[in-house]
């Protein structure tokens, strides 16, 4: 059977903590990062977050992608609702003149 040295024991040990380190910083740069990010520069995101007096007034206010597509979903909407009725009733006289 053959044994580890404490040389050979440091060196693997060193090798599992930078491993270990590694995965810990790409977590944290390609998950969290980015909803950090998200956060720190949405102020519909720190007013979800209950935070919202405590947006700074100087930072621009950009939008994240998820804000973003909540906003263009609601204004479609709107724009639906908006819609004219009287568009709808020519084309159903002109079907029941058709007919």
Not at 5 to 24: D, T
Not at 75 to 91: I, K, W
């Amino acid at each position: 059977m053959k044994t580890i040295s404490i040389l050979q024991l440091g060196i693997l040990l060193w090798f599992g903590a930078l491993l270990v380190a590694a995965h810990i910083v790409v977590l944290a740069r390609c998950v969290l990062w980015p909803r950090l990010r998200r956060i720190l520069h949405c102020a519909w995101c720190w007013q979800d977050c209950g935070i919202g007096g405590e947006y700074p007034p100087p930072w621009s206010s950009t939008m994240c992608p998820y804000h973003r597509r909540l906003m263009q979903e609601q204004l479609a909407a709107r724009r639906h609702a908006r819609r004219p009725r009287d568009a709808a009733e020519p084309m159903q006289e002109r079907e029941a003149v058709q007919v």
